[in-house]
């Protein structure tokens, strides 16, 4: 077999991709980023130790968390990228080691292999790629939970990196991530203690969004109930995409009195929602739909579209050249803005030069959608809110949030929020709302029908939204509220976003389009059990469901 990966929803056949991702990732890619994971548990190895000792080393835990997300599905295709990563990991890994050995005589005897091997040619690192892959673990599900545990923490560091952007860290979390990439190198981990780790994977989860929301609200304010623009100007444009709102920010200031304008793609769409970005008289907002248009809608865009985080899909040559990747995201051949350096804002002005000589966009809609509906924009409705309950004039909510993708099988949920009845309404983060958000949902007494409180990481604005209204009813317990959950998955940030939500108690969570492959049946069913999760299946069977029919 040529590879092995199968961390998303849209794994082949839905048990895993062994030639090429549907991604688009190749075998050597997915070898690389195998190897990379595998550098990480051996730095880990040292990492706790470190802690421990008291000569922990921020340049670490920061490399970890950066190494983790740029494996997460869709960020980075290019082999050179996992290379260098996976050498300067070895390279970290034996800093660390000899710190520890000559401050503390630490003995390497007995490690895991993660902690030992070395290599230095390519040739050297595709051989050691090819043992370390998921299905080294032989235990089914062994290998699930350990598995659910890496794409947890992938998730995780995700949001961890995008705070640490703006300057907020937490000790703890470092901490927790090299915790559990250890835990998965260690053969006396039982199944129960992989499942206990899980779920205290779920809290720091809750953690990371909490910071990261700290983070977002602290520099950009409060989202604010906003509509936001759907159709073009006729400025020439740059489209920013993915979750980094810093990059936003630094190409707002840069672009400002230039001409350019600056569009919103994908899961950047709640940029729109924040006072800070507001202000810019360019920032002119949202071009296009999730993630996995992009192939129309670049091409469409007709100027240089800006890639800050997943999802990238491999480009098409009609648009490639007007691509630019920063941060974590990368692709052979497409040009790459460097990071920061010294506190110094990115550079982007070649992006803008581009937009510069390029038409502006086609307009492919119209008109506006409206959003802004995070916990502070919530807890001021949350008056009407409880009144509309107790007047019986909101019977239900649903907590639509995660993410969209290609498949199919995804029309359900737009069927599914037409089909509900005029008296609920559908609370939603991330790029899942693409589904459902231009459709013509109407209000009650003056609530929207959908909520869009922001990105996939904002699902924490959900949660304390569903806290409030559990306090406002006076409730014991947040599974007594008439809120139900229908999640869309794609990648490894719902993946973190579910074990929180496990984490908090919430019960009977229906996952979908299709559960995740790394699930074993035995893992599956202890999530069945304990958690009442599912799957679904049609849009009337679930709703009679969900509504107690
Ligand atoms: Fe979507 Fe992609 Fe935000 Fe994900 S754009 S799929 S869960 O990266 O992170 O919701
Ligand atoms: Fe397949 Fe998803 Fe892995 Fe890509 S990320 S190789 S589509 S399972």
Avoid at 494 to 511: Q, R
Wanted: glycine share 10%.
């Amino acid at each position: 077999m040529g590879m092995f990966c199968f961390q998303c929803q849209e794994a082949a056949k839905g048990t895993g991709c062994t030639v090429r991702g549907v991604c688009g990732k190749t075998e050597d890619t997915a070898r690389l980023q195998d190897l990379l994971i595998y550098t990480l548990k051996g730095i880990s190895i040292y990492g706790i130790k470190a802690r421990e000792a008291g000569i922990g080393d921020r340049r670490v835990d920061r490399f970890i968390v950066e190494g983790l997300f740029s494996t997460i599905t869709n960020a980075n295709f290019d082999n050179s990228v996992f290379v260098e990563r996976v050498k300067e990991g070895l390279q970290i890994r034996e800093s660390v080691r000899e710190r520890l050995v000559s401050k503390t005589g630490f003995e390497e005897e007995g490690l895991h292999d993660a902690a030992l091997w070395k290599a230095e040619t390519i040739e050297e690192f595709h051989r050691k790629a090819v043992e370390v892959g998921v299905l080294s673990t032989g235990n089914e599900d062994i290998r699930s939970l350990r598995e659910l545990l890496i794409y947890g923490v992938k998730g995780m560091a995700a949001y961890v990196e995008h705070a640490l952007v703006l300057g907020y860290e937490d000790d703890s979390l470092y901490a927790f991530i090299q915790k559990a990439l250890a835990a998965t190198t260690d053969d006396a981990m039982t199944a129960d203690d992989l499942v206990a780790l899980a779920m205290e994977c779920g809290k720091y989860g809750v953690d990371a969004m909490a910071l990261l929301d700290k983070a977002n609200t602290s520099t950009y304010g409060h989202p604010e109930i906003t509509q936001v623009n759907i159709g073009v100007r006729s400025n020439p444009g740059i489209l920013v995409s993915g979750h980094d709102l810093k990059d936003l920010e630094e190409l707002l200031a840069q672009t400002e009195g230039t001409g350019v304008d600056v569009y919103t793609h994908g899961e950047m769409l709640p940029a729109n929602y924040y006072p800070a970005f507001k202000k810019y008289n360019h920032f002119a907002g949202n071009y296009g739909n999730a993630w996995w248009k992009q192939d129309k809608e670049f091409e469409a865009f007709n100027g240089p579209v800006l890639m800050t985080t997943n999802c990238l899909v491999p480009p098409k040559a009609s648009y490639k050249d007007r691509v630019y990747t920063t941060g974590v995201v990368g692709f052979e051949g497409v040009k790459h803005i460097p990071a920061r350096e010294d506190g110094k804002p990115k550079d982007f002005s070649a992006v803008i030069q581009h937009a510069k000589s390029c038409q502006p966009p086609t307009e492919i809609e119209k008109g506006t959608i409206v959003g802004g509906f995070a916990h502070n924009t919530m807890l001021g409705l949350a008056d009407s809110v409880v009144d509309a309950v107790k007047k019986g004039a909101i019977k239900r909510f649903f907590v639509m949030a995660g993410c969209d993708g290609r498949s199919k099988q995804r029309e359900y949920y737009t069927e599914f929020a037409q089909k509900l009845p005029k008296d609920t309404v559908i609370l939603t983060a991330g790029c899942a709302k693409y589904r459902y958000n231009k459709l013509d949902l109407g209000d009650i007494n003056g609530i929207p029908r959908v909520l869009d409180a922001g990105q996939c990481n904002d699902s924490y604005s959900l949660v304390l939204t569903a806290l409030k209204l559990k306090e406002a009813f006076g409730l014991e317990d947040v599974n007594e509220l008439p809120v139900s959950y229908n999640i869309a998955w794609y990648e490894q940030k719902a993946v973190i976003v579910l074990l929180a939500l496990l984490y908090l108690g919430v019960k009977n969570i229906h996952l979908g389009p299709t559960l995740p492959a790394f699930l074993s049946p035995n893992v599956t069913k202890v999530l069945v059990e304990n958690f009442g999760i599912g799957g679904i299946t049609s849009v009337e069977e679930d709703m009679n469901m969900f509504m107690g029919e």
